[in-house]
């Protein structure tokens, strides 16, 4: 599950036509559920430590992948998706720790994709960014939700990111927590 499931030749012929750009995203969502399902049997199975997982869903693929492979490599365990929809039908079935998610997206955007994971997993951290211009509506719609939400604008960065994230798993991860957020503070 990642940039290598989509070749350089596939990514240019579907830019050509809407059928071809929707047969391109069923294989892609289809590809997502497999990798979410392969995902979740290897969490059923998984022994040793135990690493908070974060969904990071933005619609935007290179996003997506770039913002997991950071968490990846700063100790954290990370799988992302492009389909909201995807991210929820995951959420259903996998206990997350954290939800990192961009707010405009089509379908289902991140303040909807926060309200509904937060309704089935009432534990789970949420962060949401977005770039959008009129950040005060994104603020009020927010307050308005009454969802316990850590909101930043677009571009992240990195080190304000990871000592939020270091912040916001503190609570359920309480032996490793600090050993995790020490590991995301000195990065």
Not at 123 to 151: E, M, Y
Not at 169 to 178: C, V
Request: glycine letters at 4%.
């Amino acid at each position: 599950m990642g940039p290598s499931n989509v070749s350089p030749t596939l990514s240019r012929a579907v830019t050509g036509s809407t059928q071809h750009q929707a047969a391109y995203a069923d294989w892609h969502t289809r590809k997502q559920m497999e990798g979410a399902t392969l995902r979740e049997e290897a969490l059923k199975g998984k022994s040793g430590r135990n690493l908070p997982l974060i969904a990071v869903v933005d619609d935007e693929v290179i996003v997506a992948v770039t913002l997991s492979e950071i968490l990846r490599r700063h100790g954290l365990d990370a799988v992302w998706f492009n389909e909201p929809l995807v991210a929820l039908a995951f959420a259903e079935r996998v206990p997350l720790d954290l939800l990192l998610c961009d707010i405009n997206m089509p379908c289902l955007d991140g303040i909807e994709l926060a309200a509904a994971i937060h309704s089935i997993q009432p534990r789970c951290g949420l962060f949401l960014f977005s770039a959008l211009a009129d950040f005060a509506t994104v603020k009020d719609r927010i307050v308005g939700s009454r969802l316990p939400v850590h909101l930043e604008t677009k571009p992240l960065q990195i080190t304000v990111l990871l000592a939020t994230l270091a912040q916001l798993l503190a609570p359920d991860h309480a032996p490793e927590s600090a050993s995790c957020a020490e590991q995301l503070l000195r990065a």
